[in-house]
């Protein structure tokens, strides 16, 4: 059978003509320039550009176009403080032409933003610079050129391998200047050598026809706010989730609000009423009608979905942002429309716009942390492998630096941070997705099983790799998202929010998730009545392994109880809530496999001040942040009323005395497992046998090297409350301390 050859033809001839645009009425001053107010620190007749050091830039600032802010009394900028580099004024400005405008005003800094962005929107090495591309799929001076995900008109999917779409067929077809080919199911548009998408007509998918009646009815309902919502949106959520362009948005919201998505504008209005009482503006007024916004973003997404585009995703992912907005089903929906997009694959050489493939990996780590998250506080089977999973790991340069307000003193530094939180949260989340891959997945479930009575040893033996990946993920967090950090923003403004509760707390459900799966395999209870009993683990390694999860708990509930209202007010990731749950239920665990006794009661006690911690973050911050951990809390204590009785201390102790003192060689198997710290920074090791003496001896003669995080002999909780015979339970530590002036000091 002869292969065919390609169909010489003069011209493509589309299948079907496109609908018309509605008319969109330009803003104002839309091709205006620079007002004289401006330009007159760079005149051209002047010929100087000189400026004094009290006045112009340092260098770094210049580079990065953001605005130079030297607090008083300071030799450098919050910018240079913040990278802790050295603030220079070397360099010479360079020349700048500036036109007036027909009003001779000076333009809005929105305005601006979209002039710089013109330029390094276009700026593609992998793409031409011809005519025909600048004004391909949208006209004027836009930042949407040549875009693959966002197009007004078309929606992309993705070509895989195995498709009805011969990979070596494709490549016979004709390829224009913007690399499309016309076919009689669509358009082919090849964005790398490897890599080519279908475009297909947004006007015949279902709910078209009331795209534009669905944007008015959204933008009716918060109307006149919405430019002060998305303002609101832009400080407090984006800085530390980035996963919209400000810049695109902006340009289009300018243009008129009909250009969105439906989901993605009730979205972002969604999450930023949530933090209506930030706004001077909006403070003043009633709040819109949030259920109805629900509910058109509910329907609008639905519809959405089926002309899946970069929109579908953040907007699913906006709305699963909310403490209410969590479930699986979506998530996995999202996952599916994320492949659909390709936002699986690497889009490092594709021939789209700077901006956009930077949006692809940023809302691709996005989507990954939802799969991950979701997977952990839902239990279930998580949907991205890494075979299946081609996205480098995510850059500065995919964080625009330009984006920064200049008006605006506080955005570079503050911008800076979330993009950090962000970065580190994907790094994190990357050994959270380790932690369920080996421990609670069904293979490896099953594969302890197997294992019987060495299953504690094979876990813990698998656990060294993953707790080392924790301990220097949180040895290398920088400076500026430790929870004792200090910047100049900050110190300057103890009203601003900050976001990096999320992370810390994010780190210790994943220690938690760690831990339970080494307490649980503690258990010689037979799993069945027919099953024959476990045969009983050492003391000596039972001690150690429930000590280091003690020290966890501790460390976690001290943590929250550190929490100010600047932390508890701020955007917190949707994993937050169950993640405040996971450190009441892994005391709950504890409690329920406590040897004896006085260990049981100590936890009794610390969960009955832990939720005490959590009504006072309640009534002091997002109450439906904490509202979800009390009710879960209450629920596991309830079912611990059945718990029986346990045996006293003395009779626990006894067996640990005699393995001590009898039986050496199963001491030196247990200090294979000790848990250690690492230069006073965190986590627990996995080491072998130690020799040097490098362990504090805790009351009942075992060592346990401290955990680096949290002295419980400063918590408030924990002071003077522990009880007779609890010291062999308790390991000192140091890092995380309770400050004076703590929060649960404080009245609300």
């Known amino acids: 059978m002869s292969t065919p050859s390609a169909i010489a033809r003069s011209a493509p001839i589309a299948i079907a003509a496109r609908r018309p645009h509605p008319e969109v009425s330009s803003v104002n001053g839309r091709d205006t320039h620079l007002s004289t107010s401006m330009s007159s620190t760079a005149s051209a007749d002047s010929g100087t550009n000189i400026r004094t050091r009290k006045d112009r830039p340092c260098d770094a600032c210049r580079r990065r176009k953001s605005r130079c802010v030297i607090q008083e009394g300071q030799q450098s900028c919050n910018l240079c403080q913040f990278h802790s580099q050295e603030c220079t004024f070397v360099q010479s400005p360079q020349p700048r032409k500036r036109k007036l405008n027909t009003e001779g005003k000076e333009e809005s800094s929105a305005k601006r933003r979209q002039d710089r962005f013109r330029e390094s929107s276009t700026s593609n090495s992998g793409a031409t610079n011809s005519l025909i591309e600048e004004m391909a799929n949208i006209g004027g001076p836009t930042m949407l050129k040549r875009t693959l995900g966002l197009q007004s008109d078309r929606y992309s999917q993705y070509i895989g391998p195995t498709t009805d779409f011969e990979p070596s067929l494709i490549d016979l077809s004709s390829f224009d200047p913007q690399d499309e080919s016309l076919l009689s199911r669509g358009t082919l548009r090849k964005v790398c050598d490897v890599d080519t998408f279908l475009m297909l007509p947004d006007y015949n998918t279902p709910g078209h026809e009331h795209i534009l009646e669905d944007a008015d009815a959204i933008e009716?309902?918060?109307?006149?706010?919405?430019?002060?919502?998305?303002?609101?949106?832009?400080?407090?959520?984006?800085?530390?989730?980035?996963?919209?362009?400000?810049t695109v948005f902006y340009e289009k919201y300018n243009r008129s609000h009909r250009e969105f998505s439906p989901p993605i504008l009730a979205a972002v209005y969604i999450l930023a009423i949530n933090w209506w009482d930030h706004s001077e503006e909006l403070v003043k007024v009633p709040k819109p009608n949030?259920?109805?916004?629900?509910?058109?973003?509910?329907?609008?997404?639905?519809?959405?979905?089926?002309?899946?585009?970069?929109?579908?995703?953040?907007?699913?992912?906006?709305?699963?942002?909310?403490?209410?907005?969590?479930?699986?089903?979506?998530?996995?929906?999202?996952?599916?429309?994320?492949?659909?997009?390709?936002?699986?694959?690497?889009?490092?050489?594709?021939?789209?716009?700077?901006?956009?493939?930077?949006?692809?990996?940023?809302?691709?780590?996005?989507?990954?942390?939802?799969?991950?998250?979701?997977?952990?506080?839902?239990?279930?089977?998580?949907?991205?492998?890494?075979?299946?999973?081609?996205?480098?790991?995510?850059?500065?340069?995919?964080?625009?630096?330009?984006?920064?307000?200049?008006?605006?003193?506080?955005?570079?530094?503050?911008h800076e941070r979330g993009s950090i939180l962000f970065?580190?949260?994907?790094?994190?989340?990357?050994?959270?997705?380790?932690?369920?891959?080996?421990?609670?997945?069904?293979?490896?479930?099953?594969?302890?099983?197997?294992?019987?009575?060495?299953?504690?040893?094979?876990?813990?033996?698998?656990?060294?790799?993953?707790?080392?990946?924790?301990?220097e993920w949180y040895a290398a967090l920088p400076t500026c998202l430790r929870m004792d950090s200090t910047s100049p923003i900050i110190t300057s403004n103890s009203s601003r929010l900050s976001s990096i509760g999320f992370l810390h707390l994010a780190y210790f459900a994943t220690e938690i998730t760690l831990h339970r799966r080494i307490i649980r395999s503690l258990d010689h209870t037979p799993s069945s009545p027919t099953a024959s009993p476990k045969p009983s683990l050492d003391p000596y390694i039972l001690n150690i392994c429930r000590s280091a999860a003690k020290t966890r708990l501790i460390?976690?509930?001290?943590?929250?109880?550190?929490?100010?209202?600047?932390?508890?007010?701020?955007?917190?990731?949707?994993?937050?809530?169950?993640?405040?749950?996971?450190?009441?239920?892994?005391?709950?665990?504890?409690?329920?496999?406590?040897?004896?006794?006085?260990?049981?009661?100590?936890?009794?006690?610390?969960?009955?001040?832990?939720?005490?911690?959590?009504?006072?973050?309640?009534?002091?911050?997002?109450?439906?942040?904490?509202?979800?951990?009390?009710?879960?809390?209450?629920?596991?204590?309830?079912?611990?009323?059945?718990?029986?009785?346990?045996?006293?201390?003395?009779?626990?102790?006894?067996?640990?005395?005699?393995?001590?003192?009898?039986?050496?060689?199963?001491r030196s198997l247990g200090e294979g497992y000790g848990y250690g710290s690492y230069g006073g920074s965190t986590g627990f090791g996995i080491e072998g046998p130690r020799s040097d003496g490098g362990l504090i001896e805790d009351a009942e003669g075992y060592g346990l090297r401290t955990s680096g995080l949290v002295s419980p002999s400063t918590s408030v909780s924990s002071s003077g409350t522990s009880g007779a015979g609890l010291e062999a339970y308790t390991v000192p530590a140091s890092g995380y301390k309770v400050q004076s002036g703590d929060r649960r000091d404080r009245p609300y």
């Open 220 to 246: 009716a309902i918060v109307a006149p706010h919405g430019l002060a919502l998305i303002e609101l949106y832009f400080r407090i959520i984006h800085p530390s989730f980035p996963i919209l362009q400000k």
């Open 290 to 414: 949030l259920k109805e916004l629900e509910r058109l973003a509910r329907a609008t997404l639905a519809d959405a979905m089926y002309r899946p585009k970069l929109s579908t995703v953040q907007a699913g992912l906006l709305l699963s942002q909310r403490p209410e907005g969590d479930q699986w089903a979506p998530t996995a929906q999202l996952v599916a429309i994320g492949q659909e997009l390709g936002l699986h694959l690497d889009c490092t050489s594709w021939k789209i716009p700077a901006w956009e493939r930077g949006l692809r990996k940023r809302l691709a780590w996005a989507l990954y942390m939802q799969d991950k998250w979701g997977s952990l506080v839902h239990g279930r089977p998580s949907h991205i492998f890494a075979s299946n999973w081609g996205v480098k790991s995510i850059a500065s340069s995919d964080f625009p630096d330009n984006e920064f307000d200049e008006t605006d003193s506080e955005d570079p530094v503050e």
């Open 423 to 471: 970065t580190q949260m994907i790094v994190l989340s990357q050994i959270l997705a380790e932690v369920l891959e080996t421990f609670y997945t069904l293979q490896a479930m099953r594969t302890v099983d197997s294992a019987g009575a060495q299953g504690t040893h094979l876990i813990l033996q698998l656990a060294k790799p993953v707790q080392l990946k924790l301990k």
């Open 555 to 666: 460390s976690a509930m001290d943590f929250v109880n550190r929490l100010t209202t600047s932390h508890l007010r701020a955007f917190w990731y949707f994993a937050s809530k169950t993640n405040f749950a996971l450190i009441g239920t892994f005391g709950s665990l504890l409690w329920a496999t406590a040897p004896g006794r006085e260990e049981a009661e100590w936890y009794r006690r610390r969960l009955g001040e832990y939720r005490w911690t959590l009504g006072v973050s309640c009534k002091g911050g997002n109450g439906r942040l904490t509202e979800f951990a009390i009710g879960m809390l209450d629920t596991s204590t309830g079912l611990l009323k059945a718990l029986p009785e346990k045996p006293a201390l003395s009779r626990v102790s006894s067996e640990v005395d005699t393995l001590a003192n009898g039986n050496r060689t199963q």
